[in-house]
């Protein structure tokens, strides 16, 4: 379309992506503290493997309270505006939880001190994810949006895939350590978390704007509305409806398969080493699906085949992993898997953006309410999971029919995506209505 020339890119646009997605990897860093040291925590803390367990899962459970507020705030006020009170929260709960050890030796205290900055934290990352398509609507050219979407996502994805192993090399806690060096292994990771958190934060503040001097591309006229009205105007729409499905089910089976991935291939004789390599696996192959798919989107002008891609491969992969005992088989799929499955994240962020009746100034607000959606999926989907496991001898456990069932609700999303997503990508909208910016 000829007007769209008339659009600035802006060299800038790509440092804005680059403190922004540092933003998104290194939130990761700090709801994942505790998880890859679990055992020691516990040792350190004298508490149960329970409310252990839950420092790290209260993070995503914010997602269910916050992103819709959080998200309505940022198409009101701004992306940069959202994001940096989600900074300050991050900064906050991540120099608190570094304190906190040095200034009481009360491990009562430090307990629900480090949960409640852990849900401080995730009520930070929340207000920082909701912008994953707004900020590129500010700064992007509207043919490199949904590159700017997978890049970002990719951000995130790529904090949890080393956030892990980094905690774990920071910490340092040998095998059979004792309380003493397990509590100067935690005490670490809680420091170095706060200077990493602390500079990058600082970077977002001095290098990020909310907008270029003149528009990147294509924006409607702001609407003003709030958090009441927005919702119920995303549910009258089949096609919203049936994204939020899409955030439910990606979400679910994702973590889904990580949470019982030792399990799944204990249950086939595997080790658990391995289990952790197919788990990697499927997080690595989403890391390099968000890099390229969606700018394959861009290429090709179309959204929906992407979308639909995500699920076709995903339907076989869970009952290959549910029912074939082949080790490298199972890496393969989960690499497979991860590779379309995760970039429908930033296809779905993507797609909302460009919704005639969303749109760029209700980005956030729609995104906000997809992960809060997505996160209901990723608490209870898994937990379904774990109930319809079967014991069986030696404490190995059977997740052949929750993941058949699993695959079902894959098939199921992939024919409402086929019937009621429509087309928003350039190439759709081009052909459908050339006349518009």
Known sequence: MAEEETYTRYGYRWTILVVYGLVMCVQAFLWLSFAPIESSVQDVLGKSATLIGLLALVGPFMFIIVASPAGALSDKRGWRYSTSIGVVMLIVAAVVKAVTPHLTGNTDVQYWVYL??????????????????????????????????GLTTMSMYLGAAIGLPLVTAIAAIPEGASRATATAGLNRVLLVMAIIMGVVGVLFFLL???????PAGPEPEVETLSLRETFPRFMRSAQFRVLCLVSLVGYGVYISLTVTMEKLMTYHGFTTSFAAFVAAGITMGGIVGAAVIPGLSEKVG?????????????????????????????????????FFLLPALPVTFTIVGEMPDIGPKLAATAVGTLLAVGSIGSAFVPLLVRAMGRKQAG??????IALVLLAALTAVALVLVIIYVKETGPKRKGAVAPESE
């Open 116 to 149: 409640l900055m852990q849900v401080l934290s995730g009520t930070g990352a929340v207000f920082a994810m909701v912008n994953l398509s707004k900020m590129p609507i500010k700064w992007f050219p509207e043919k490199q949006r949904a590159l700017a979407n």
């Open 208 to 214: 990020s704007k909310e907008a270029p001097p003149t």
């Open 302 to 338: 179309l959204r929906k085949p992407f979308l639909i891609a995500a699920a076709v491969p995903a339907i076989p992969g869970l009952l290959i992993l549910a029912f074939v005992g082949s080790e490298p088989l199972a890496l393969i799929t989960g690499i497979i898997m991860g």
């Open 395 to 400: 404490d190995v456990i059977d997740y052949r």
